[in-house]
Nanobody
């Protein structure tokens, strides 16, 4: 079993900051990448940022000036630092990871259950 647990969601005022955390657990042989998506009410899930095992980070154009993705020292955690938040950033934020598991050896894409961020004006 492989799982992701997000934390850090909540209510924040516009122009404020919030840091989301996500931890992977389970029988993981390798984490290829970890990233963040969000889904606002009535909208499709949107890519925000990803961190790859090669040390490369990628961002959506819409958030690259305000959001920063980083990995923990243990590499099984990922963070999303969100600054200058706007009401339109209100959404459920999801962590995802591309991992390699054994028994049998295979690639797996894992999603967390999401954490709600509400930005008040």
């Amino acid at each position: 079993q492989v799982g992701l647990v997000e934390s850090g969601g909540g209510l924040v005022q516009a122009a404020g900051s919030r840091r989301l955390s996500c931890a992977a657990s389970g029988s993981i042989l390798k984490i290829k990448s970890m990233g963040w998506y969000r889904q606002a009410p009535g909208k499709q899930r949107e890519f925000l940022a990803a961190s790859y095992s090669e040390g490369i980070n990628k961002y959506a154009d819409s958030v690259m000036d305000r959001f920063t993705i980083s990995r923990g020292n243990a590499k099984n955690t990922v963070y999303l630092q969100m600054n200058s938040l706007k009401p339109e950033d209100t959404a459920d934020y999801y962590c995802t990871a591309a991992v390699v598991v054994g028994g049998p050896y295979r690639d797996l894409e894992v999603w967390g259950q999401g954490t709600l961020v509400t930005v008040s004006s």
